[in-house]
């Protein structure tokens, strides 16, 4: 008795080893994946795995790896959370067994054609976050034990961690090249103003919503925009280059500040439900003496000439994009003297934790005095910019110079 005790002991710790390897961390993501799948299916002595990974947006499960079920991969087989056999993992969040497989127990017709007769599934969890399902699958009627419910279930954990990290660099790989492509590689030269930016990504991701645009309208306005979409990562990097462009084509067919913002508004509203953005929009008349300023939620710019000091222009402040149903929204005038700057940012440069922003604010006006453009941001930079901001900061100096 105690001999066959020991021999179950022994083959239990045969299997942990077998899957928490340190060895297995030398292999990229998608090697480790499959390398864990023929090791959970030997162990187990099963005739399929699979994993399938949640797409957060669709909330839906889709085939990533298998091993017996290649052609789901090939399909790029989806099922929505709470549908078949791997949707019922996911949507309890526990182990799902199924002894004799029913015609109506799975989704996946790769699956039913397989012939498999028992199931297990677990779910794939990072946290509290749901990250994907693992399953194996036998051909023959099995009984799945308990032990077989924690190797699958460590197998999951640790294909969660790395599911996770794989998905998160995708992430960052794409948004950095997203924004790159969308941040403008060089400003313009434009007679009569100088121009001069900076942009820091906060946060781990190392990527955001918030962007700045310079163009020259066909009227010879100019126009310039900074704005902040709420959130970081891909899908706010996504949500600013839909705006940024949109806002474009708006300002062709807008001579009013406001009039561009509240079509940007509306399009927010049918086309991108449920997301935030703060803009401010200014455009600067030929002559370059008068800038025309809206701004959706945004902080006021700083303006600062030759002989005064800085000051927040003082502007009416209307609802983000977004927020309710739209409104009325202002547009208002202001003078641009020669040799003057205006400064446009977003809430990154000012905000810090536990601190009121109206420190912030002071704390940039202090900063900011006449100059080459490129001198005041480089200057406001090294007086507010943080090593590893909390949030990405967007900042445009614009300074009137001779015609």
Not at 217 to 245: E, F, K, N, Q, Y
Not at 364 to 377: I, Y
Not at 397 to 402: D, F, K, L, S, V
């Amino acid at each position: 008795m105690i001999e066959a005790e020991d021999t179950g002991s022994a083959e239990r710790l045969r299997r942990i080893e077998a899957v928490t390897d340190a060895a297995l961390s030398r292999l990229e993501a998608e090697d480790l994946l499959d390398e864990l799948l023929d090791r959970v299916r030997d162990l187990m002595r099963v005739h399929t795995a699979a994993i399938l990974l949640l797409d957060p947006h669709s909330q839906q499960l889709v085939s990533t790896a298998s091993k017996g079920l290649e052609e789901e991969v090939r399909r790029s087989f989806r099922l929505p959370v709470g549908q078949g056999f791997a949707g019922r993992v996911a949507a309890t969040r526990q182990p799902v067994l199924i002894e004799n497989v029913g015609a109506n127990d799975v989704a996946s017709p790769v699956l039913r054609d397989a012939g498999v007769r028992s199931l297990l599934g677990v779910p794939m969890l990072a946290g509290k976050e749901l990250v994907g399902v693992l399953h194996v699958g036998s051909r023959d009627p099995r009984q799945f034990t308990q032990d077989d419910i924690q190797l699958l279930q460590l197998v999951a954990d640790r294909a969660a961690l790395v599911s996770q990290a794989r998905l998160a660099s995708i992430d960052r790989v794409a948004a950095l090249a997203l924004q790159r492509s969308l941040l403008p590689t060089r400003l313009p030269q434009v007679p009569g103003v100088g121009l001069a930016a900076r942009y820091v990504p906060g946060h781990q991701a190392g990527i955001g919503g918030d962007w700045y645009d310079v163009f020259v309208l066909p009227t010879g306005w100019l126009g310039i925009v900074v704005g902040d979409v709420s959130g970081h990562g891909l899908a706010a990097a996504v949500v600013m280059g839909r705006l940024r462009s949109a806002l474009r084509a708006y300002t062709l067919e807008c001579d009013d500040p406001s009039d561009a913002l509240t079509r940007l508004d509306r399009k927010v509203h049918h086309f991108e439900t449920g997301n935030l953005a703060t803009v401010l929009y200014a455009m600067i008349s030929p002559d370059r003496r008068r800038i025309h300023i809206s701004l959706a939620g945004h902080l006021p710019p700083v303006l600062v000439s030759p002989g005064r000091p800085a000051e927040l222009l003082t502007l009416p402040v209307d609802p983000p994009l977004g927020i309710g149903a739209p409104r009325v929204r202002h547009t208002t005038a202001v003078e641009f003297p020669s040799d003057a700057v205006l400064v446009c940012y977003t809430d990154g440069l000012v905000e810090r934790r536990g601190e009121l922003i109206d420190v912030g604010l002071d704390r940039l006006r202090a900063a900011t005095h006449p100059g080459s453009a490129e001198d005041v941001c480089a200057v406001i930079m090294s007086e507010l910019g943080a090593e590893q901001p909390a949030d990405d900061i967007a900042l445009l100096g614009i300074e009137r110079t001779a015609p």
